[in-house]
């Protein structure tokens, strides 16, 4: 789950990180008397969870009340790559001396975590890697050992950072770690973390993605699960515990499977299609499960046939070709169906679906012909 | 031969008692696997079907001489019954637990490398290990797969190394062990792992090796094939057409920025002389043309 920059600062108050003052507004009215409590000049913030905001008029800096009500008004409802501004985020106004970069995100390849600190921040750090890959000082972090504020400490001046922000600046590393870690984050950026006229470091953004396996452990998170801009659709499917995630194309997709899943949208493609969605039903689908995915495929109008690619492991066969059914009962399935069955139970799923039949419920032997048969159905 | 495990392997479940554990667990006895022990706290003296259980690893093991153990247990106790079984004595763990958190999956793979570096741990979120005939250990239905060899699998995803396993088998064309190494961030094995196993096994003649987008395993994979590997090699890549920034159903299958995208990890296997196929399908006819010319 990825934040909203006010969450994300939120976030990371919770863990001693210094952030500015600030609160949110959703209506003008709101954003008033925010800027009245927290004091001009400030800054006011769309939240969107896109980049470039600053560049799209998402980001003004109001120095009385006709310039917040100014840029409040504006901001508020604008379209920044497809998301249309429903909050705002407002803070006092910081002076900026230098701008630093800062983040924990897990190492991969070496199965670590890694800490990236550079002197040369307010940009994004990928421009900074590729133009200036020798401004990033890398830190690969043991989980067993963690970070210490020793390492901390020789950590900031590897990378540069002026002197009179060094302690400051390593204790908040620290911090940063120790919320990366216990607050079970995929990512935790600060980006620019500031030195201010006044040799104060704070984060002056936040970047944070939290590890959704990780929410049977924090029920704080239940707050951040505000959202107007997420899919309603890939609400739905959460809804009804499915692996949904919403595209552009035509073809609907079941699979039960991750890879099947992903596969599926390949071999699609590769027949002239697109897929409409990616949609995993999981391992040990029941009929149930089979019905609620495709009332959420059906519920997409730019679908216009429906590809169930299955390959039965746990997941048997004749208990999809249930769903399929019990789901043409239920809804009003506009698209035709095609179906592609294989695996545990095969045999018998296919003798379920065969005297239902027809132009629209459609069986294929293969992945690949049942993909070309959908997409010529599709176009 | 066949790697990691075989009919010697004698394996015992944590989790027997769950509805999971239970159901593969049995599902793996009837198989022909040595499944010799159950694990559920509190429920030492019981059996599950025939099959005794005990309090904690280190009394099955000590019981029945067990070396491996499978894994089913929820994702909170997933960390800590993995770090049982190493301390239990397990030198093979197989966990298929899906949805652990990214850092309990870091700390304990780091744990077991410096305090049991003998143990090898397969997953989490993986399908389990086959060696047809001999052992199957984790939710793989055994009958799509066909003993007798040539052909070693190693893969990201479950039911691709169903579709792999089909493919072959409906052609007549076996397999030494198939490997599900998962589709998490931190897997336990990795592809290198398992090729070198393949390609230190004289009856493993070829292997199959389907990856996803996401991390830089397959770019590495790459390097070690071309600097190490002898046998052919058939690959397939999911996720071409996946959007960057999403999970794709596995924790591990995102494209971050423009790393870990399905184009490198072919680029990089080509470069390698890996035979890089758009599609299961069409890595399956290839891996049937490179056994009959064999």
Redesign the interface.
Known sequence: MDLFEYQGKQYFAQYGIAVSPGDTADTLEEAIAVAERIGFPVVVKAQVKVGGRGKAGGVKLADNMDELKLHAGNILGLDIKGHVVRRLWIERSSDIKKEYYASFT?D??N???LGMLSASGGVEI?VVAEENPDAISFLSI???RGLDLETARRWVAEANLDEVAREQAAEMLVKLYVCY?EG?C?LAEINPLILTPNDKVHALDAKVTL?E??S??HPEWDAFRWSETEDPREMMAKERGL?Y?G?DGSVGII?????????T??????AGG??AN?L?IG?GANADVMAAAMEVINSDPKVKSIFVNI????TRVDEVAKGVLEALKRVDISSPIVLRL???NAVEGRAILAPYLNEKLITEP???EAARRAVELAN | MSIFVDENTKVIVQGLTGSQGRFHGLRNRDYGTKVVGGVSPGKGGTDVDGIPVFNSVKEAVAATGATASFVSVP??FAAAAILEAAEGGITFIVCITE??????E??T???LV?EFPGVRLLGPNC?GIISPGKCNIG???GD?ALPGGPVGIV?????????AL?ELSQQGIGQTTCVGIG?D??PGTNFIDCLAAFEADPETKAVMM?G??G???EE?AAEWIKANMTKPVVS?I??????PG?K??????IIS??KGTAQAKMDALREAGVYVC????EAGQKMVEIVRAL
Do not use: W
């Open positions: 897990l991969r390849p199965k670590t975590h990928e043991d989980p067993v870690v079970d995929d590890d396996n990780a049977y452990r692996n995630i595209l699979a039960n499977g991750a890879g099947l899943a992903m596969s949208l390949d071999v699609v493609n590769q697109s897929a990616f995993d391992g390959f039965g492991g746990i294989d695996g545990t293969t992945m690949l | 994702p909170k949805g652990i958190p990214a850092h309990d870091a700390l793979y780091n744990r410096e399908p939710i793989t239905s799509i893969s990201r995803s479950g039911t691709l190394t169903y579709q089909h589709g961030p931190v389907i996803e987008i991390g830089s395993e590495r397939y999911a996720g071409v057409t996946a959007p999403r794709m159903g596995h924790a591990g299958a920025g423009s758009a599609n299961p399908t």
